[in-house]
Structures are given as C-alpha cells and as structure tokens.
C-alpha cells in the first residue's frame, strides 16, 4: 500500500498536527504545519510527532524512506522555522544502524530560524515545494 497525500495529511492530523499542506513527489515530503507554540523556535514535540507519523508509514511499507521537507508556520503566512530529514537517516533508523536519539539530534540541527536567509535551491523548503507543484488534484492534502 502507498500513502497519498490526503493519507498522509490525516495520519498526521490524527497525531495532533494541524496540517496546512503537504506534498508528495517521488523525492520528497513536504509538510507546513500550524505550531500550538509560536514561540522564535519550533516545538521539539510537533517535530517529533511529524517524523513519527513518518517513520511509522515507512516502518509499516506504506511510504518508501524520502527527504522530509518541513515549515512550521505561526500563522497562515508567517513562518516560525523550517527543518528537514534525509532520506538515509529515516532508512538508517528504520534498519537499526542509527539510534533514535542519533536521528533526533541529526533532525534538530536543520533548523533554520530565518526563512529569509538564502537557501541551496536544490533543498527546498516545505513551503516551496508546496508552491512549485502543478495541477494538484482537490483533495484532503491539508491545503486551507
């Protein structure tokens, strides 16, 4: 089984993220959220919450490992900070050759605080990846 984006827009929902966005490619999710805590850094626990929901799909075959891409947002168009995972490090975890503490510590040093500071254009942030998708099919993708 394949998890789409409306899949995994209520996965996430169900553990208590409030989905504003995601996308699927073949490379990349991409995930904006709405923080309960919009403090100058994003809440460890949101971020934990987003890589368990996926860690959980790939762990269950339902996602195959893929860069995670994510933007949580203080309100609608105000981000809080951006953070990603690498593909290998959700692959590593899930195979046992990283600890779950190696790959928390790995998530937590990408976060980036200010969104306007110029970013690799080949790593893009949840947001522009969001944006740059044509012909998105209506659905429950997250989009409001």
């Known amino acids: 089984m394949t998890t789409d984006e409306s899949a995994l827009a209520r996965e996430l929902r169900a553990d208590g993220i409030d989905v504003a966005d995601v996308r699927l490619s ?6 904006a959220y709405t923080t309960t805590l919009p403090a100058e850094r994003p809440a460890h626990g949101e971020m934990g919450r987003v890589c368990n929901t996926v860690i959980d799909l790939v762990e269950a075959g339902d996602l195959e490992p893929r860069r995670v891409d994510a933007t949580s947002l203080r309100f609608e168009d105000d981000v809080q900070a951006t953070w990603h995972v690498e593909a290998a ?3 590593d975890l899930t195979n046992y ?5 190696e790959f928390s510590a790995r998530v937590l040093e990408t976060v980036e605080t200010d969104p306007d500071a110029d970013v ?4 893009p942030h949840a947001s522009a990846v969001a944006n740059d ?9 997250g989009s409001r």
């Open 120 to 123: 690799d254009s080949d790593a």
């Open 133 to 141: 998708e044509p012909g998105r099919p209506a659905g429950d993708g």
């Open 26 to 31: 073949p490379e990349r999710v991409a995930v």
């Open 97 to 101: 050759r990283i600890s779950e503490e």
């Open 89 to 91: 490090w959700l692959d």
